[in-house]
C-alpha cells in the first residue's frame, strides 16, 4: 500500500510545477481584468502627404484631443505598391504638439493606395477604481519573429492629453502586467509570468497533464492514507 502512496505522491509532484504556474496566470489575469476595462479603439487609417518627408498614415480622437500617426522615410517615401513594405519611422503626435519617440517599423501599402497598415494597437482602457480613461498604442519595437527576443513599447495618453512611454522586453514584462494583457490583446502569445496558458490546447495539455495527475494524485494519497489507518487499527 506504501508503493500506492508514494505512486500518489510522485503523480503530485510531476504536476505541482505547472499547476502553479497555471493558477498563478490565472490569478493575474483575473486580476488585471477586474480593475481595467480594455477595448479596441477605432482608428482611421490615412494615406495624405504631410510634406516632403512625412505622411499621416492614420488618425482618431480621444475626448477633445486628435491624435496622428505619422511616418516618415528619409531616403524613398512610403511603399507605392500594394503589399510593398519599407522601413519608416513612426510617430504620434497628440495636438500637433506632444510627440512621441520615433520608432522604426515596417509599413506595408494596403488595397493599392486606399491606406497603409503596419504593427499597431490602439486601446480604450478604463481604470475601474477611479473610472479614469486613457488611450494605449501598443507597438513592437522588434523586427524579429521570436518572442523571447522582442521588445514592446506601450504609450499611454490620458484624458488631459498627457503622454508617457512605457518600454518592456519579454524579459521583464512580469512588472508590467497591464502592458502584457494588451499585448495579448494585440495577438501576442505572451503571458504574464510564465507561457504556459499560451500553448494551443490538447486533450493531454493541460487537461489529463497537469490537472487530472494532480487530483488522481491528491484522490490516491487520500484514499491510500484512510486505508494504512484503517489496516493500523486491526
Known amino acids: 500500500m506504501k508503493s500506492v502512496v508514494y505512486f500518489g505522491l510522485a503523480l503530485v509532484i510531476f504536476s505541482i510545477y505547472p499547476i502553479y504556474f497555471i493558477t498563478q496566470e490565472m490569478l493575474i489575469d ?9 477595448e479596441v479603439m477605432s482608428v482611421d487609417m490615412k494615406n495624405s502627404k504631410n510634406s516632403e518627408r512625412q505622411w499621416l498614415i492614420a488618425s482618431t480622437q480621444f475626448k477633445q484631443h486628435n491624435i496622428e500617426f505619422l511616418a516618415e ?21 497628440v495636438d500637433k504638439t506632444v510627440e512621441s519617440t520615433p520608432v522604426r517599423q515596417e509599413l506595408f501599402l494596403y488595397k493599392n493606395d486606399s491606406h497603409f497598415k503596419y504593427w499597431n494597437y490602439t486601446f480604450r482602457v478604463k481604470n475601474t477604481d ?6 494605449a498604442i ?27 512611454e ?29 507561457d504556459i496558458l499560451m500553448y494551443y490546447p490538447s486533450i493531454i495539455f493541460p487537461n489529463i497533464y497537469p490537472l487530472v495527475t494532480f487530483i488522481l494524485g491528491i484522490l490516491i494519497i487520500i484514499v491510500s492514507g484512510i486505508f494504512l489507518l484503517i489496516n493500523r487499527k486491526f
Do not use: C
Not at 514584462?173 to 510564465?194: A, D, I, T, W, Y
Open 30 to 38: 483575473a486580476n488585471i481584468s477586474s480593475k481595467f476595462k480594455i
Open 73 to 93: 522615410d528619409i531616403e524613398s517615401g512610403p511603399p507605392t505598391v500594394k503589399n510593398e513594405s519599407r522601413l519608416v519611422n513612426i510617430t504620434i503626435k
Open 130 to 135: 477611479d473610472n479614469h480613461e486613457e488611450i
Open 138 to 164: 501598443v507597438q513592437n519595437l522588434t523586427q524579429g519573429k521570436i518572442v523571447e527576443k522582442q521588445k514592446w513599447r506601450v504609450i499611454h495618453i490620458n484624458e488631459n492629453g498627457q503622454m508617457n
Open 166 to 194: 512605457e518600454v518592456f522586453s519579454y524579459l521583464d514584462r512580469g512588472e508590467h502586467l497591464l502592458g502584457v494583457k494588451l499585448l495579448q490583446r494585440s495577438q501576442q502569445p505572451v503571458g504574464f509570468k510564465s
